[in-house]
């Protein structure tokens, strides 16, 4: 049997947005805390993959 990808859809990469969602968990940020942290280093991502 096999898994279905649950980031189908997305147009961001599965690294990216992991790395967007371990932020969000680890840390008490909001998400767009996480979405501005993530511009500053040049990755265009928006709150709503990280949701």
Same mark, same amino acid.
């Given at each position: 049997?096999? +898994? $279905?990808? /649950?980031? +189908? &859809?997305?147009? $961001?990469?599965? +690294?990216?947005?992991? =790395?967007? %969602?371990? #932020?969000? %968990?680890?840390? /008490? #940020? $909001?998400?767009?805390?996480?979405?501005? =942290?993530?511009?500053?280093? &040049?990755?265009?991502? $928006?709150?709503?993959?990280?949701?």
């Amino acid at each position: 049997m096999t +898994k $279905s990808n /649950p980031f +189908k &859809g997305f147009q $961001s990469s599965l +690294k990216i947005i992991r =790395l967007a %969602v371990m #932020l969000h %968990v680890r840390f /008490p #940020l $909001s998400l767009r805390t996480v979405e501005d =942290l993530m511009h500053e280093r &040049g990755v265009e991502i $928006s709150h709503e993959n990280i949701f």
